[in-house]
């Protein structure tokens, strides 16, 4: 079956990065569509960046260009979220999620059929 297992989380200072991974299993990544969410507490979940790994088309909302960043290694199976920068706003569980024979790209999270069990950032001083 299709997994998927974030790492990369933790405490870190403001202005500080960091690289999340995502592993995926039982998929190849030419069949989906990879997309990073956020939640913190009380909120909604937040389409960070997601990426077509058979074409390289990414797409992310224009808030999220100057910092966040992703990237894959089909060879690994893995997607990447390089997030740069960070703020204490930040702060969340990061998910990272599948969306398997895609339509298109986008970040509607209903739209994607596996998700990661996430994985903590914590920007704090």
């Known amino acids: 079956q299709v997994q998927l297992?974030?790492?990369?989380g933790g405490l870190v200072?403001?202005?500080?990065?960091l690289r999340l991974s995502c592993v995926v299993s039982g998929v190849p990544l030419?069949?989906?569509?990879i997309g990073w969410f956020r939640q913190a507490p009380g909120k909604?979940?937040?389409g960070l960046s997601c990426i077509s790994s058979r074409d390289g088309t990414t797409y992310q909302p224009d808030s999220m260009k100057d910092r966040f960043a992703i990237?894959?290694?089909?060879?690994?199976?893995?997607?990447?979220l390089q997030?740069?920068?960070l703020k204490p706003e930040d702060t969340a569980v990061y998910y990272c999620a599948a969306e398997i024979r895609p339509v298109g790209i986008g970040?509607?999270?209903?739209?994607?059929?596996?998700?990661?069990?996430?994985?903590q950032v914590t920007v704090s001083s």
Request: proline share 5%; hydrophobic share 20%; glycine share 12%.
């Open 13 to 17: 200072q403001p202005g500080g990065s």
């Open 30 to 33: 030419d069949y989906a569509t």
């Open 44 to 46: 909604e979940r937040e």
């Open 71 to 80: 990237f894959h290694d089909k060879a690994k199976n893995t997607v990447y």
């Open 5 to 8: 297992a974030e790492s990369g």
């Open 107 to 119: 970040l509607n999270p209903h739209l994607y059929d596996h998700w990661g069990q996430g994985t």
């Open 83 to 85: 997030i740069n920068s």
